[in-house]
């Protein structure tokens, strides 16, 4: 009896116990749930908070946006007051010539060197038509240029050189623009439109001098006199972008046409081709004549043709740091003279290469007969370096070397330096 008592009195002790710890239990998941459902709000209401966060920021971005177009917008307009202001104050009254802001553009530049040969000869020492001499200091050429619109249609430029030979007009003209026709014309003393580089001023070439080829032909003085020339963008046919040029002048390099008689008239003609072959890369082909009389008595002529190419590649994103230029050239002569015709060719291959922002480096080979014999040639090379300390002011090193079959041979070491001031630097042309 005892110890079925305790029995009874254990068994609800643990029945007891359990029942408790089971209530325990339930009310601490519930507890735990009702917590989680909490932070599951607490957390929904935080995302909703930052999405409204987001739509203000991006609204915020918006407006920015839009004050920062405004802002811009403005600023154009302004702009374009200023320059409607600046267009008005340059309108062309008559009877108001003297207003400065019809001053032309003055720019003043010199280019000097000194050329050491090995050759003793004349032919190669002194300064000509055709030799820049060695072994001394030279003043190459001062230049004073003038360029001024004369009108809304109508541009002028003056170029006068001053040298070892004294003072003289290089450039004089006027040009002519928007005719009919897609036609731009030219009056007064220029160069002709001949071949790549006849319209280069000398302290503007690629290198120290001209090709053989050119000054054999032509002189240092290259193709140019007295007249008037017609310029035609024509239709697209096979290129991108044609040209021809129609000239003719009075004058000429005593070369190859005659500067005396009573007419000595020269007739040029160019046609330039174009082509983008891409972003980086352009060429341009292009075919030249000339012809005109080479005696005082003018009976008998000289007819000249060329035929040009230039390649250029220039990566429009590094275009100050990097590029290539291939230039070629070949010219015919045929020369009447009371013996019989004299046919005489010559060509030149040009490379220039951009190093850098400030250095070139270029290599030349040329070949070239002589217009009035022949049966006299003379071929030869050169290689350059160019530091452009600035736009205005750069340092040419250079080495040719010519070989002749009528002269001494010659190595030429040449260090020029060319400056400017003023608007016209040392542009092509």
């Known amino acids: 009896m005892i110890l079925r008592g305790f029995l009874s009195l254990f068994l609800v002790v643990f029945l007891s116990v359990s029942a408790y710890g089971k209530t325990q239990s339930e009310s601490s998941e519930q507890e735990i749930v009702e917590s989680l459902k909490k932070q599951e709000e607490k957390i929904k209401e935080l995302e909703r908070i930052i999405r409204e966060l987001k739509v203000k920021i991006e609204e915020a971005e918006r407006e920015d946006e839009m004050r920062k177009l405004l802002e811009e917008a403005q600023k154009l307009a302004s702009r374009k007051k200023e320059d409607k202001a600046a267009l008005d104050e340059r309108k062309f009254y008559s009877g108001l010539r003297q207003h400065s802001v019809l001053n032309p553009n ?79 014309l030219k009056l007064g003393m220029y160069r002709m439109q001949f071949g790549v580089i006849n319209r280069y001023h000398t302290h503007a070439l690629p290198q120290f001098e001209r090709p053989l080829v050119m000054t054999n032909f032509f002189s240092n003085e290259t193709l140019k006199g007295i007249g008037v020339a017609a310029n035609f963008l024509l239709p697209s046919m096979t290129a991108h972008v044609n040209e021809l040029d129609l000239e003719v002048v009075t004058g000429g390099a005593d070369r190859s046409f005659t500067s005396e008689g009573k007419h000595n008239l020269i007739f040029g003609a160019h046609l330039k081709n174009y082509w983008d072959l891409s972003r980086s890369t352009y060429v341009e082909f292009g075919l030249s004549g000339a012809t005109g009389h080479n005696d005082p008595d003018e009976t008998k002529r000289t007819d000249i043709y060329g035929a040009d190419l230039r390649l250029k590649w220039s990566p429009p994103e590094r275009s100050k740091y990097r590029g290539i230029e291939w230039w070629t050239e070949a010219l015919y002569s045929r020369r009447e003279t009371p013996e019989g015709n004299i046919n005489s060719w010559g060509f030149f291959s040009l490379v220039q290469c951009r190093l850098g922002a400030r250095w070139l480096c270029g290599c030349r080979f040329d070949y070239s007969e002589l217009p009035y014999n022949n049966s006299l040639n003379e071929y030869g090379g050169a290689v350059n370096l160019d530091f452009w300390q600035s736009e205005f002011v750069f340092v040419r090193f250079q080495y040719t070397h010519i070989d002749r079959n009528f002269d001494e041979d010659d190595h030429r070491f040449i260090v020029q330096t060319v400056w400017a001031m003023g608007p016209h630097k040392h542009e092509a042309y």
């Open 106 to 184: 003055i720019s003043v530049g010199g280019d000097y060197y000194y050329a050491y040969g090995t050759s003793g000869s004349e032919y190669n020492r002194v300064r000509s038509e055709i030799s820049w001499g060695t072994r001394q200091f030279f003043m190459r050429e001062m230049e004073l240029a003038f360029e001024a619109a004369l009108d809304p249609y109508a541009r002028a430029k003056v170029f006068l050189s001053a040298g070892g030979e004294g003072a003289c007009v290089e450039e004089g003209y006027m040009k002519s623009l928007n005719w009919p026709l897609n036609m731009n």
